[in-house]
């Protein structure tokens, strides 16, 4: 790790530019003159926000120096940064940024090193999405927390500030100060197949008072919040990752439920808004996503909300903001419509490049270039980036995945588990008269950095609470010979626990369900995502919801299966019947506990 003078002396031409500390605007005239002296290609560069492969910014993997020469057309991290300038990093599993705590501190304080070094060097924004729940890119042994809709479940706003407090004073000691988290949208759409359980929930008032807390945990611990995906992706059904999504609200319902939580965040101090690659005809007709939209980012979330912190797109490779465009419109229009984070486009010359010659051409001003680039650069004052971009190994042994942080994350899991279903008092299992239990069920992917998979974690769990616990995964469609080995199973046991995922009337998850409950062993379902699943599963006697399959919810659902805690989850969305998905199977609040 740099040492101390070393960063001293990296920083130095900067430092004398910039005077850190102050209020966010106090250091303007300082960041304006940096801004003056910077080329044009190093102003584009600011704007960005890029991947790249690789565990170190200088000495990646084989297989990550071709994956970078493919795709980017450079080595490394520092290569990268050294060609394009780029102003902000974002970490992935899949680009093999986050194998463990330390290496992610290395790479980060690489990252940084090869930016300051630069003629007229700048602190980078390292960035990741670390929600919790489903979406999470770095695991143990960091604390990994229950996500949204549980925290939803569990309705404290002190539990939401906590999470963000510890999770942004572990992203921090691993060099990551920005975080795409809290998720603002407000899920109102069962069917939405990209939001779900990443949303609080569905009532905007929950949403929103979660959502500020949050917000407020992250920046007590310097590490940017953004709320996400404006103006808001709650009421889809289709993925914007995939497709192009339109938003049918009128400007009557979009101002009561999707802007709410987005007032709050703008109210709490929110450092960074991502724009959501959707259509909303009552906001803007053009036909143009969010991301492109003039009128939604700056008449409405800059002028009418009174937004003036960094805007930043959702990633330009998604098809919901390329379908119109092209890869070297889209960035220009981006900055044209009041972004100042270009996050993540498929090709990264073209889109640099678009915007260069969008300023040589006269399209663009190099003064619109500077008002994003001085948002960028208050960010990076407010964070302390100037003052000391680096962090240390000491510092990652210090705070990540502290005993206290561990426990924090059980108790507040222990919150969230929500009973919907306790026919007789099914619940909780007494190890004296159902001791021997089977686990089957789905075993979705593991989220990154979990034990996995979702029936051993459970069989596990149950175990260390004193049941004789034996896992047998059935997937997420099981065929006909495994839900005959399964019942056969259940046959020699006292009870089943059986995990859920996404469960359609036409499942064959349905199918097994039904049969292990005609054998008369008592079933228990765990929703380990939607608990809209309970809709599809009326013979079932016990039903809980535990929002996701990371190991802190399903030990937890483990705990109240087992008698060792109560339940105390609410739901936060509605469950609407199966058969008649106009009348309502369970309210938003409903939860029984014992």
């Not at 630069?118 to 990741?128: F, I, K, S, Y």
């Not at 404006?230 to 400007?251: E, L, N, Q, W, Y």
């Not at 010659?357 to 270039?369: I, P, Q």
Request: net charge neutral; with cysteine.
């Amino acid at each position: 790790m740099p040492s101390r003078r070393t960063v001293l002396a990296a920083t130095m031409g900067v430092t004398a530019t910039l005077a850190v500390g102050g209020t966010a605007h106090a250091d303007d005239t300082r960041l304006r003159s940096l801004i003056s002296r910077m080329t044009l290609p190093e102003k584009v560069g600011q704007l960005f926000v890029m991947r790249v492969y690789g565990h170190s910014a200088t000495a990646p993997d084989q297989a990550d120096i071709d994956a970078n020469l493919s795709e980017l057309g450079v080595r490394t991290a520092a290569e990268l940064i050294a060609k394009y300038r780029v102003g902000g990093i974002i970490y992935f599993t899949w680009a093999h940024n986050t194998r463990d705590p330390q290496q992610i501190a290395d790479l980060s304080n690489g990252i940084q090193k090869a930016s300051l070094s630069q003629p007229r060097g700048l602190p980078v924004l390292v960035a990741t999405d670390q929600e919790h729940g489903i979406v999470c890119r770095i695991g143990a042994p960091a604390t990994l927390f229950p996500g949204a809709m549980a925290i939803g479940a569990g309705g404290s706003r002190e539990d939401a500030r906590t999470l963000g407090r510890i999770s942004g004073a572990e992203l921090r000691a691993m060099g990551v100060n920005q975080d795409y988290s809290p998720d603002a949208d407000v899920n109102v759409n069962p069917a939405n197949p990209v939001i779900g359980v990443r949303s609080f929930g569905a009532d905007p008032d929950a949403v929103a008072g979660l959502v500020a807390a949050e917000v407020k945990g992250y920046q007590s611990a310097r590490v940017a919040a953004t709320a996400k995906h404006f103006p808001g992706h709650g009421d889809t059904a289709v993925d914007s990752h995939f497709g192009f999504p339109v938003i049918t609200h009128s400007r009557e319902v979009w101002e009561q439920l999707d802007a709410v939580p987005f007032r709050a965040a703008v109210k709490a101090g929110i450092d960074s808004i991502m724009t959501a690659h959707i259509m909303v005809p009552a906001l803007d007709d053009s036909g143009d996503p969010a991301t492109l939209s003039h009128p939604i980012l700056t008449g409405i979330l800059r002028g009418e909300l009174g937004y003036d912190g960094v805007v930043i797109t959702d990633s330009l490779g998604m098809e919901g903001v390329r379908q119109k465009y092209g890869d070297d419109r889209v960035p220009v229009l981006a900055l044209k419509a009041g972004v100042d984070q270009l996050l993540n486009p498929p090709s990264l010359d073209v889109a640099w490049n678009a915007v260069l010659k969008a300023v040589r051409d006269g399209e663009l001003t190099e003064a619109r270039l500077d008002e994003s680039i001085l948002r960028v650069l208050r960010l990076k004052s407010r964070l302390g980036l100037f003052q000391d971009a680096y962090v240390s190994r000491a510092g990652v042994s210090r705070t990540v995945g502290t005993r206290s942080h561990l426990a924090a994350a059980d108790r507040i899991a222990e919150r969230t588990t929500t009973l919907l279903v306790n026919e007789e008092g099914l619940l909780p299992l007494s190890r004296r008269t159902h001791g021997k239990v089977l686990v089957v069920g789905a075993d979705p992917a593991s989220p990154s950095g979990t034990t996995g998979p979702p029936t051993g974690v459970l069989a596990a769990a149950l175990g260390e609470l004193g049941f004789t616990a034996t896992a047998r995964p059935t997937g997420t469609d099981p065929s006909a010979a495994t839900v005959a080995a399964a019942v056969a199973a259940a046959g020699e046991s006292d009870a089943v626990v059986v995990a859920t995922y996404n469960v359609t009337a036409g499942s064959s998850q349905r199918t097994l369900v039904e049969q292990l409950v005609a054998t008369g062993r008592p079933v228990v379902a765990v929703a380990v995502r939607n608990p809209y699943d309970v809709a599809q599963l009326p013979s079932v006697p016990a039903c809980l919801a535990s929002y996701s399959w990371t190991d802190v919810e399903l030990r937890a659902a483990a705990r109240v299966i087992a008698g060792r805690v109560r339940p105390r989850g609410k739901l936060p969305v509605a469950v609407q019947r199966a058969d008649d998905p106009t009348q309502v199977l369970y309210p938003v609040g409903h939860g029984l506990s014992y």
